[in-house]
């Protein structure tokens, strides 16, 4: 017999370490196998979006699969039922059918009421009739407006400092601001450590390489580093230094698009004791070799 699969449930299959918000009230037995053609699906299926919110919504709301943003209150929640395949299997999940009125447009929405489409694919977001959401989405096609679970969607009282870069847009300064953290490992690995300690790395140099143009700035006395004002356009983010070179969270490369009134966050580690030199990627970043342990997490 077939069951419905929530969103939660198999996100906690596809990472363990991830920690979702409860899917209440979508579990449930169907008594009818599925007689339309279903979507082939694995528990290793990634669900569009970051997925964390280590990103700050200045980053965010910028990225390629956000094309619609808005806060809004869910007027009605539809639910419906959608077969899959999960792992050979026969399962069923749902997609939800959000009709939501606007109350703020930040993003891609001119229209007081727009329809919201999540889930069917495992990646629901628990949407809930009366609830007022800072919605993080992608215009489909359809004019819809697609939200994953992964994506930076957010109750409206968990949405404060969000709302707050949103609502300042029309008078902030324009440019561009990249900034980060710059930490030294001072021990070396150890296993049975609950945690890793580090150092700022004060004084310590980091290169930021415009298309025109390459700019520097300073690790402050805290570990941090900032500067602003810079056109939008590709910034590639260098730091050298001896022993390995970590991101936090893990980046494929330091290379980035920032927009105007955007920013780029990054978050360095050095690891003087893995007495390797940094891995430099093919557009001139740096690579992180494995996950980075941060001073505040478990290894």
Known sequence: MPTKVSAAKVQNMINSRRVL?????????LVVAPASPSQVLTT????????????PVCQRVWQPYVSAVFLGLAKDVQEEDVPIILDGRNEHTLRLHVTFQVEEAFLGVSEKVVKVTSGGDMC???????????????RLPSGDVYV????????????????????????????????????????PENRRAM???GTPETGRK?????????????????GKFRISGLPPGRYTVLLNAEGEIHTSPPLKSTTV???????????????????????????????????????????
């Open 21 to 29: 918000r409860a899917l209440s009230g979508l579990l449930f037995v």
């Open 44 to 55: 290793d299926h990634f669900c569009e979006g970051d997925n964390t919110r280590e990103l």
């Open 124 to 138: 629901g977001f628990p949407f809930s009739k009366g609830h007022m959401y800072l919605v993080f989405g992608r």
């Open 148 to 187: 994953s679970i992964s994506s930076a969607t957010e109750w409206e009282k968990d949405a404060g400092d969000d709302l707050k870069y949103l609502r300042g847009l029309p008078t902030a300064p324009h440019g561009v601001t990249i900034y980060g953290t710059v930490f030294r490992y001072t021990a």
């Open 195 to 197: 945690v890793r300690l």
């Open 206 to 222: 980091i290169e930021i390489q415009g298309t025109s143009r390459t700019y520097e700035a300073v690790v402050d006395s805290r």
């Open 257 to 299: 698009d920032v927009v105007d009134k955007g920013c780029a966050q990054f978050g360095f580690w050095i690891d003087p004791f893995a007495k390797k030199e940094p891995t430099i990627s093919h557009d001139g970043g740096n690579l992180p070799p494995e996950e980075p342990h941060d001073k505040t997490q478990p290894k």
